[in-house]
């Protein structure tokens, strides 16, 4: 089992930058693909962004291609989020997960361990 933490949420303007961080511990939690999940009010879960366990795979989805950017420092088994250019429709709980399972990195269901989340409000 993997646990993980989420830090780095906040209330920016649009246009603006924040830097979100997952810390991880457990279960060889660097071998690990690692992927970031929102959900706004209202609204399911979606896939923001993902990362293999070497670091050199990424994945993203297509709202935030070009502005997120997901790396991983297996040192400090660390996940970021680094989230610029950012607009009213990113505000979301920000999810950290460790995939557990066979399946799409883009899935949730792919993920078996969870983060409590993390807030970003983007003001307009």
């Known amino acids: 089992q993997v646990q993980l933490l989420e830090s780095g949420g906040g209330l920016v303007q649009a246009g603006g930058s924040l830097r979100l961080s997952c810390a991880a511990s457990g279960r060889t939690p660097g071998s690990y693909t690692m992927g970031w999940f929102r959900q706004a009010p209202g609204k399911e879960r979606e896939f923001v962004a993902a990362?293999?366990?070497?670091?050199?795979?990424?994945y993203y989805a297509d709202s935030v291609k070009g502005r997120f950017t997901i790396s991983r420092d297996n040192a400090k088994v660390t996940v970021i989020l680094q989230m610029n250019s950012l607009k009213p429709e990113d505000t979301a709980v920000y999810y950290c997960?460790?995939?557990?399972?066979?399946?799409?990195?883009?899935?949730?269901?792919?993920?078996?361990?969870w983060g409590q989340g993390t807030r970003v409000t983007v003001s307009s």
């Open positions: 990362v293999t366990g070497s670091g050199i795979t990424t």
């Open positions: 997960a460790a995939k557990t399972s066979l399946g799409p990195a883009t899935t949730a269901s792919s993920f078996g361990s």
